[in-house]
């Protein structure tokens, strides 16, 4: 079985806490039970202290801290998840501006400001 392209990182993921890598990971839940043997992607799960958890599919299976995806969230929904602490409800935003700004730059059509999360009553 041919190795992810990130397995050189493992060992640093499993040091990031010590050395100040902080890794942010963005993918589909579909698939992630097939992944879950991917040497980079148990790294990043063993290590991680918080992430972002949005809308897919449950039958996935635990995604991040025991947590599952929903299937049906409103847009921009999503759940907080740290490390020891319950899961909160989140609302995400786009930056219309930096979207707009970064898109040449990064090939892409949006760009996600530094996530500040708030709970959602």
Partial sequence: MLGSPLTP???AVRQ???VGLAVALARPVTG???AAYDP???ALRESADAGVLLAGDPLEGPVLGGLRAQSQRP???????????PAV?????V????AVDAAPVAGTLAAVTPLVPR???
Avoid: K, N, P, Y
């Fill in 75 to 85: 847009a921009g929904r999503a759940s907080w998840v740290e490390r020891g602490r």
């Fill in 119 to 121: 709970r959602v009553a």
């Fill in 16 to 18: 990031a806490g010590d």
């Fill in 32 to 34: 992630l039970a097939r």
């Fill in 95 to 98: 930056d219309a501006q930096l």
């Fill in 40 to 42: 980079f992607l148990a």
């Fill in 89 to 93: 409800d989140v609302q995400l935003a």
């Fill in 9 to 11: 990182l493992v060992d």
